[in-house]
């Protein structure tokens, strides 16, 4: 089962920045932090990973607390084409081996304009 | 195009049948993996393949099975189908996730009539 907890959905205005909570406190020292969208019934697309320190891409920033037991996405300016489910997922790692990604229930971001 | 090549698109077929879903992973990646979607209960994963040997499974049906083949594509073969195997498949791959992540295709949509 999945090992992060997210808000159902989330509302904000087109050109704000959008703050996407995600809590793992169980996770381990070697798990890593994976954020995916979803839009509509297309395939899952990659938004950013991590694995302690914070990390930022052309897509967005995640921000990974010191005790690694929270995280926030945070898309910079956010479009109505960020209109989306957003799954936060850490990845299970045994030795390599099976490095499946399970999938919650994720955050239904609706951006407004 | 993610890099990620799922066909069909689109099948529809009546209940007993069976059906194939094929995956060409992006290329280099050894992994594949397999994810059902339907509408009641999200992404869910059932199997990976690692350079041609299963690694993981999840809550596949033994009516389900998949293999990987030496060009590293792989197939999806769903048998005496029911009216709740209809659901979105979606393939994904990678090589190291860790530096990489997971790549999805756009997924095959199963209509089970």
């Known amino acids: 089962d999945a090992k992060t907890t997210q808000p159902p959905s989330m509302d904000c205005a087109e050109g704000r920045a959008a703050n996407l909570p995600c809590n793992h406190s169980t996770i381990s020292g070697n798990e890593y932090v994976y954020w995916y969208r979803q839009i509509h019934s297309q395939g899952p697309q990659y938004i950013i990973h991590?694995?302690?320190n914070n990390e930022t891409n052309e897509m967005a920033s995640l921000i990974i607390t010191e005790d690694r037991k929270s995280s926030t996405l945070i898309l910079p300016h956010a479009t109505l084409r960020d209109t989306a489910v957003y799954y936060c997922i850490v990845r299970e790692n045994y030795g390599g081996a099976t490095n499946k990604l399970i999938f919650g229930t994720g955050t239904l971001l609706a951006v407004q304009p | 195009d993610s890099g990620v090549t799922q066909t069909p698109k689109h099948l529809i077929t009546a209940t007993g049948q069976r059906v194939t879903l094929r995956c060409s992973p992006r290329s280099g990646d050894l992994s594949v993996y397999w994810y059902q979607q339907s509408l009641d209960q999200g992404l869910q994963f059932l199997i990976q393949y690692y350079n041609g040997e299963e690694r993981a499974k999840g809550n596949i049906l033994e009516r389900f099975s998949a293999q990987q083949f030496p060009d590293l594509h792989s197939e999806l073969n769903l048998s005496s189908l029911e009216l709740g195997d209809s659901a979105l498949y979606f393939c994904?791959?990678?090589?190291?996730?860790?530096?990489?992540?997971?790549?999805f295709g756009s997924g095959t949509r199963l209509t089970v009539v």
């Open positions: 994904a791959s990678s090589i190291q996730p860790t530096k990489y992540g997971y790549t």
């Open positions: 991590g694995l302690k």
